[in-house]
């Protein structure tokens, strides 16, 4: 029996010790035949995709920021256009208090005095014909007008 024991002690592991890793957990592949594989990612490839797709949503972003900036232009440029048509407005001889949300017609006499009118200028007949149509407006709430038919040889932020 003690040859046994003897036999057993005296065991040596056919392995090459230079062929066994000491810690296989850290190693950067598969140690064991049925472990997972492990392939090492091309981060060229990686980074490509990450940047195209960077690219793609800022440019989307982009492009809706200045969507909305067209927009934000739009309407000031109408509120200015209401403004200056407000300048012009106020600036005849009112004879009547304008209510909100009437159209008026707004001409030029002869003498290029403004005038603002309630009667429209296919109303005149004959006696219309020293006053030059500049535009029909609408008066809104804030009081400025809104201009709903233009002469086009006229341009009011002129």
Excluded: C
Aim: glycine share 6%; proline share 5%; hydrophobic share 35%.
């Amino acid at each position: 029996m003690k040859q046994e024991k003897q036999a057993k002690d005296e065991f040596v592991n056919p392995i090459d010790p230079d062929k066994i890793a000491e810690n296989p957990h850290l190693l950067p592949y598969a140690h064991t035949v049925g472990g997972a594989v492990i392939k090492p990612e091309d981060t060229g490839k990686l980074k490509g995709r990450a940047l195209s797709a960077m690219n793609q949503q800022t440019d989307m972003q982009l492009s809706q920021i200045y969507e909305q900036m067209q927009l934000l232009a739009a309407q000031a440029q109408k509120i200015q256009t209401r403004k200056s048509i407000s300048d012009y407005i106020y600036q005849t001889e009112l004879r009547f208090e304008p209510l909100i949300n009437h159209v008026y017609h707004l001409y030029r006499k002869s003498d290029l005095k403004l005038m603002l009118s309630l009667i429209g200028p296919n109303s005149w007949g004959k006696s219309g014909a020293e006053l030059t149509f500049l535009a029909s407006v609408k008066l809104l709430a804030d009081h400025t007008w809104e201009v709903l038919e233009q002469n086009p040889d006229f341009d009011f932020n002129g």
